[in-house]
């Protein structure tokens, strides 16, 4: 039997689903509402009747998931995101799935001035196999706050590996 295709990255958008209002201002923003009921985050003093319009919100990033069979029954995982803007914080976590059982695998949140997080981690004593590693999107935990206050959750990329 031929060897299993090495992975390759997979990319997903990641999506903006609100504002952190307590994060916006600790970093000198605010975060307003248009009258249409559209909240978006300016830098504190931006005169009011500057007002964003015809903007298409949603689109704050992107995420990725890449799993790698390494041999000795382990696996790297190797996830992360890349935001518009710095992060004031994360939370993030991968899933785990192989034919033996599923396992999380948390990264803890720290602030970050360009915007691009890489995560990396080696797991170890897996069942021989297919495995599946998932970082889920929205509503689960796997977000960023950027210093604005937007809070951006992962499109949900996963990748699979064979696990020898």
């Given at each position: 039997?031929?060897?299993?295709?090495?992975?390759?990255?997979?990319?997903?958008?990641?999506?903006?689903?609100g504002y952190d209002a307590d994060v916006a201002t600790a970093n000198g923003y605010e975060v307003r509402t248009r009258p249409d009921g559209i909240q978006y985050s300016v830098?504190?003093?931006?005169?009011?009747?500057?007002?964003?319009?015809?903007?298409?919100?949603?689109?704050?990033g992107r995420s990725w998931m890449w799993l790698d069979g390494i041999g000795g029954r382990s696996v790297r995982i190797n996830t992360g995101f890349h935001v518009r803007d710095?992060?004031?914080t994360f939370s993030w976590t991968?899933?785990?799935?192989?034919?033996?059982?599923?396992?999380?695998?948390?990264?803890?949140g720290f602030y970050d001035a360009d915007?691009?997080?890489?995560?990396?981690?080696?797991?170890?004593?897996?069942s021989v196999g297919y495995a599946r590693?998932?970082?889920?999107g929205f509503p689960?935990?796997?977000?960023?706050?950027?210093v604005d206050g937007t809070v951006c959750y992962s499109g949900?990329?996963?990748?699979?590996a064979y696990i020898t």
């Open positions: 039997m031929d060897a299993p295709p090495v992975g390759e990255v997979v990319e997903v958008v990641m999506n903006a689903v830098k504190r003093g931006t005169p009011a009747e500057v007002i964003p319009m015809d903007v298409v919100s949603g689109n704050c710095a992060v004031s991968a899933t785990l799935s192989d034919t033996g059982e599923t396992t999380k695998h948390d990264f803890p915007g691009y997080v890489d995560l990396n981690r080696i797991v170890g004593d897996l590693a998932t970082v889920y689960f935990r796997n977000y960023a706050v950027l949900g990329p996963s990748d699979d």
